[in-house]
């Protein structure tokens, strides 16, 4: 919850893929595949379960099998069925034609991402492998595999991998921080760390405000991040409200830290992540009811990539304010969109018996 998500991940996972989708099939083949547009429609929404429905009438009525199928891969990997979702994808790429088509580029990483999921590493690899093997200069697939590599605590691949990428885009701050992120999380935080300070070296006095305050973040120099990043208080950046926002998390001040939320949401588009962010400041600070206000205020957030981490978090919210069994019907609803949450479904328990 407290930490950005991996933003190249976002990019291959996030419904604006499943969007570019429907603008693929929708050229020309409109009235054949109403159920099928309908479908991808519902994965935009997050309504995983009516898009199944609209997948099955959509085989039903032998619309386009490929695009079903990746449909259903969609709202499989939604739901967290991700088995079943790495089997709708081997469908569509079965289903596609000799040539190869970005779709069916997007579809392969889906499937890949379906294997690292599961755990099925070296399938994950096979398959950005191949796309590297087609597109030497595939940053997201070297990036990728470099992530499917630390699963499996192969360092030194991992890092070629990373270095690889970096070479593909010297300047993108985003993927070295992104890179730390999954280094870190693999156990090799101090060396992920070398790469931002390389980073910070090479690049000087380029640097921007911000990007030097990002880059402290990940260094957990959050004294000099809160100065690099002050003067973004007020700012439309959302990405450097939310970091500056978990600046002063990390420093201990919650009810600045809340400020900084407040103010961005207060004079920008509403945004997803900072709610979530904002509802557990509150949270630790006991104030449940504007936590509560502040996880629905973020669940109605369109393409939401948070909608997820917001749903468990109003749950939470309603316990500590006491409302157990609006909890219990949330939790029920919730576990319907994500079954295969185990910490849910150890809450679940509990909430039974109150």
Request: hydrophobic share 35%.
């Amino acid at each position: 919850m407290g930490k950005p998500k991996n933003m190249i991940w976002i990019v291959k996972m996030s419904i604006l893929a499943a969007a570019a989708a429907v603008c693929l099939f929708g050229c020309g083949k409109k009235a054949e595949n109403t159920n099928l547009e309908q479908g991808m429609e519902l994965v935009s929404q997050y309504d995983f379960q009516g898009a199944l429905a609209c997948f099955d009438l959509a085989r039903l009525n032998k619309e386009d099998l490929q695009l079903t199928s990746r449909g259903e891969g969609l709202a499989y990997m939604g739901l967290g069925d991700y088995a079943s979702a790495e089997s709708a994808f081997l469908e569509s790429v079965q289903n596609a034609g000799n040539t190869l088509t970005a779709l069916e580029y997007d579809t392969n990483y889906y499937l890949a991402a379906a294997y690292m999921k599961q755990g099925k590493y070296d399938d994950a690899k096979a398959i950005y492998t191949a796309i590297i093997a087609l597109r030497r200069k595939e940053l997201d697939a070297y990036y990728l595999r470099a992530c499917a590599f630390l699963k499996q605590n192969d360092y030194e691949s991992a890092v070629a991998d990373f270095e690889k990428a970096f070479s593909l885009a010297p300047d993108n701050l985003e993927l070295v921080t992104d890179a730390y992120v999954e280094m870190e999380a693999a156990g090799f935080g101090e060396e992920g760390k070398t790469y931002l300070s390389n980073f910070m070296e090479q690049k000087g006095k380029k640097l921007s405000d911000g990007e030097k305050g990002m880059i402290y973040y990940y260094l957990e120099d959050y004294q000099n991040a809160r100065t690099y990043l002050d003067g973004f208080l007020n700012g439309n950046d959302a990405s450097k409200s939310l970091i500056l926002g978990q600046t002063y998390e990390k420093l201990g001040d919650m009810n600045y830290a809340t400020t900084v939320y407040q103010t961005y949401l207060g004079g920008n588009e509403p945004d997803a992540a900072i709610y979530n962010n904002l509802g557990m400041c509150l949270v630790k600070q006991e104030r449940y009811d504007e936590a509560l206000e502040a996880f629905e205020t973020g669940l109605l957030v369109e393409t939401n990539d948070y909608a997820q981490e917001l749903s468990y978090n109003r749950i939470v919210a309603n316990e500590y304010l006491g409302n157990f069994s609006e909890a219990k019907t949330l939790m029920e609803e919730y576990l319907q969109s994500y079954p295969d949450d185990a910490k849910a479904k150890r809450e679940y328990e509990f909430l039974q018996t109150r």
